[in-house]
């Protein structure tokens, strides 16, 4: 263990000071702190770090606030990262379980429960269920190598429709994070989205198979689910690649452009969402929903008159849109 290295980020000395003599008791030597998230994310650009424990609670950045921007890169999604509090109540097990977290540490330590949980999150050592995923996508891909994309789309079949996927594993994270399981409930939420990160890479394949084979209505399907999933996880650039490949191949569905849509407006290019919008509106002209995207995009621009038309047109479209309604009596009353 003396090789792997530890990154500690937490703001208190004295947390630093008692996890250090944790960690060197159990074997760890290579040990590095900081007391700060930026700090951290400079040392995880220009180190190699096996771990991170990191305070859930910091002033510049929160331990989640790490994690969340951990997650989002390629090189560090699996990273092992834990998170110390005083007291996790349901709330910060659910925000955490649902980015990724490792595990959580619970001050005052217990250094067996430390010692248990670095040994197998350092160790890589995975999940069954996690390790036959892997096997059955690289299968998969090596599949698709060979040209043999039949066999590979009828394995990805059969992956991504088993009873044991991300979603299965999540409603197994919300269920014992209510019946107060905590660690349980961490251990599902690790297992829902190490899945995720594996499927997207499944319903990737799958759509290039399907192009291959010249389906391209499949094809769109298994890559809007990737964009999907990626765009949940906040990784919009991954999204939008994939919804850009799948215009490039000459789709024009509604749901690419508001999908990109929502791309642009998350990255606060107002313009360019509002085109994507557009282009959505001059195919589908009766979608509800798209005029009320307008309307949101010209709400953030602070253009209440153009924003009011539009959710008025997303209500002339469908008379039951409630949200519409609402943010007009907003906009009528002077609150938006």
């Given at each position: 263990?003396?090789?792997?290295?530890?990154?500690?980020?937490?703001?208190?000395?004295?947390?630093?000071?008692?996890?250090?003599?944790?960690?060197?008791?159990?074997?760890?030597?290579?040990?590095?702190?900081?007391?700060?998230?930026?700090?951290?994310?400079?040392?995880?650009?220009?180190?190699?770090?096996?771990?991170?424990?990191?305070?859930?609670?910091?002033?510049?950045?929160?331990?989640l606030s790490l994690l969340?921007?951990?997650?989002?890169?390629?090189?560090?999604?699996?990273?092992?990262?834990?998170?110390?509090?005083?007291?996790?109540?349901?709330?910060?097990?659910?925000?955490?379980?649902?980015?990724?977290?490792?595990?959580?540490?619970?001050?005052?330590?217990?250094?067996?429960?430390?010692?248990?949980?670095?040994?197998?999150?350092?160790?890589?050592?995975?999940?069954?269920?996690?390790?036959?995923?892997?096997?059955?996508?690289?299968?998969?891909?090596?599949?698709?190598?060979?040209?043999?994309?039949?066999?590979?789309?009828?394995?990805?079949e059969t992956l991504v429709?088993?009873?044991?996927?991300?979603?299965?594993?999540?409603?197994?994270?919300?269920?014992?994070?209510?019946?107060?399981?905590?660690?349980?409930?961490?251990?599902?939420?690790?297992?829902?989205?190490?899945?995720?990160?594996?499927?997207?890479?499944?319903?990737?394949?799958?759509?290039?198979?399907?192009?291959?084979?010249?389906?391209h209505q499949q094809s769109?399907?298994?890559?809007?689910?990737?964009?999907?999933?990626?765009?949940?996880?906040?990784?919009?650039?991954?999204?939008?690649?994939?919804?850009?490949?799948?215009?490039?191949?000459?789709?024009?569905?509604?749901?690419?452009?508001?999908?990109?849509?929502?791309?642009?407006?998350?990255?606060?290019?107002?313009?360019?969402?509002?085109?994507?919008?557009?282009?959505?509106?001059?195919?589908?002209?009766?979608?509800?929903?798209?005029?009320?995207?307008?309307?949101?995009?010209?709400?953030?621009?602070?253009?209440?008159?153009?924003?009011?038309?539009?959710?008025?047109?997303?209500?002339?479209?469908?008379?039951?849109?409630?949200?519409?309604?609402?943010?007009?009596?907003?906009?009528?009353?002077?609150?938006?």
């Open positions: 263990m003396e090789d792997k290295s530890i990154l500690i980020v937490s703001e208190k000395k004295e947390e630093q000071i008692d996890l250090i003599r944790i960690l060197k008791k159990i074997g760890y030597d290579k040990i590095f702190t900081t007391q700060s998230g930026g700090n951290a994310w400079a040392y995880l650009k220009s180190k190699k770090i096996d771990c991170v424990i990191s305070s859930y609670e910091m002033t510049e950045m929160s331990g969340t921007i951990l997650r989002k890169e390629e090189s560090l999604a699996t990273l092992p990262f834990f998170l110390t509090d005083n007291a996790f109540n349901k709330i910060k097990v659910l925000r955490a379980g649902q980015i990724g977290v490792t595990g959580l540490f619970v001050i005052p330590y217990d250094r067996n429960g430390i010692k248990d949980k670095l040994s197998l999150a350092i160790g890589n050592i995975c999940s069954p269920v996690i390790t036959e995923v892997e096997k059955s996508l690289e299968q998969g891909i090596y599949l698709i190598e060979r040209k043999e994309y039949v066999r590979a789309l009828e394995l990805f429709t088993q009873g044991e996927n991300p979603e299965y594993y999540f409603n197994i994270g919300y269920i014992k994070t209510s019946q107060g399981k905590h660690s349980e409930a961490i251990e599902a939420f690790s297992k829902a989205t190490q899945l995720d990160r594996l499927f997207v890479k499944a319903y990737e394949a799958m759509g290039r198979a399907h192009m291959a084979l010249g389906n769109e399907e298994c890559l809007q689910i990737a964009a999907d999933i990626y765009l949940d996880s906040d990784k919009l650039g991954s999204a939008e690649g994939l919804l850009n490949e799948i215009l490039e191949a000459g789709s024009t569905s509604l749901n690419v452009f508001n999908s990109l849509g929502v791309i642009h407006r998350k990255k606060g290019n107002k313009e360019q969402a509002l085109r994507q919008y557009q282009k959505a509106l001059k195919i589908h002209p009766d979608e509800p929903y798209i005029y009320y995207n307008i309307g949101r995009i010209y709400l953030d621009m602070k253009n209440t008159t153009k924003a009011k038309f539009y959710f008025q047109a997303a209500l002339d479209k469908d008379h039951g849109f409630d949200e519409a309604r609402q943010v007009i009596k907003a906009i009528d009353i002077g609150l938006v």
